[in-house]
């Protein structure tokens, strides 16, 4: 018969693999969102809007499990502190996974016009985001805070991208005035993707703070 701590280390582990799950998720959703963009895709846009029903039911299910192994193990210190953590990872991700749809919907709302230029640094940076949402959540299974503090670097990455979308996009509006409504939408992509990158960057403060017990300021 499995002992209190077996059971515990049983639920933990499917507590860690729905985190992986919703991750993968969230990956696939950034990716697929600034895709259905570059190429002009409605139904991949569409396909990331209906998705993200899913996400929100995994979120509800981390939730459960973590509530269920409080409530009957009641856990403490970094145990209880895996659980709670566990719980800010899927509301980041949660996030990030709606500003996907936001992406998808600023699609939709292009149609088939045109792009005012081709996407470059875009992808680049949802390139980033995917990759920091990967390790963000490996660090966690894994306890590894030098992946945790990785997130900073690549965070100034895209901010730095950001930037760089910010200041071409407005010359080109300045230069062009059709171009300004189809722009500021792609401006408010690259804000999404910064935003992406930042939650990330939560969920590697809060690996560090599982494994020392304070928590960094990564964003800073």
């Known amino acids: 018969m499995p002992t209190n ?26 990716i697929d969102s600034v895709m259905s963009l570059k190429n002009s895709n409605l139904e991949l846009a569409s396909a990331v809007v209906a998705g993200d029903a899913q996400i929100n039911a995994m979120e509800e299910k ?19 502190r895996r659980i709670l953590i566990a719980f800010r990872m899927a509301s980041d991700l949660e996030r990030m996974a709606d500003l996907a749809v936001d992406i998808a919907k600023v699609t939709l709302r292009i149609g088939e016009e045109p792009l005012i230029k081709p996407l470059l640094d875009i992808p680049r940076m949802a390139e980033i985001a995917q ?28 901010d730095s991208l ?16 059709k171009t300004i409504n189809q722009a500021l939408l792609i401006c408010f992509v690259s804000r999404y993707l910064e ?7 939560n969920i590697g403060e809060s690996v560090v703070y599982l494994v020392s017990g304070q928590r960094p300021d990564l964003n800073s």
């Open 162 to 177: 950001h930037s760089q979308i910010l200041r071409e996009l407005f010359v080109l509006m300045v230069e062009n005035p």
């Open 131 to 158: 990759l920091m949402t990967n390790e963000s959540i490996t660090a966690y299974v894994e306890e590894n805070v030098d992946l945790a503090y990785k997130m900073a670097k690549m965070d100034d990455d895209v």
């Open 5 to 30: 701590r077996q059971h515990f280390d049983a639920s933990l582990k499917t507590l860690k693999q729905a985190l992986i799950d919703m991750g993968a998720m969230v990956e696939q959703a950034i």
């Open 195 to 201: 935003r992406m990158a930042d939650h990330a960057t």
């Open 62 to 80: 981390i939730e459960a499990i973590g509530s269920q192994l409080i409530a009957t193990q009641q856990p403490v210190a970094k145990d209880l």
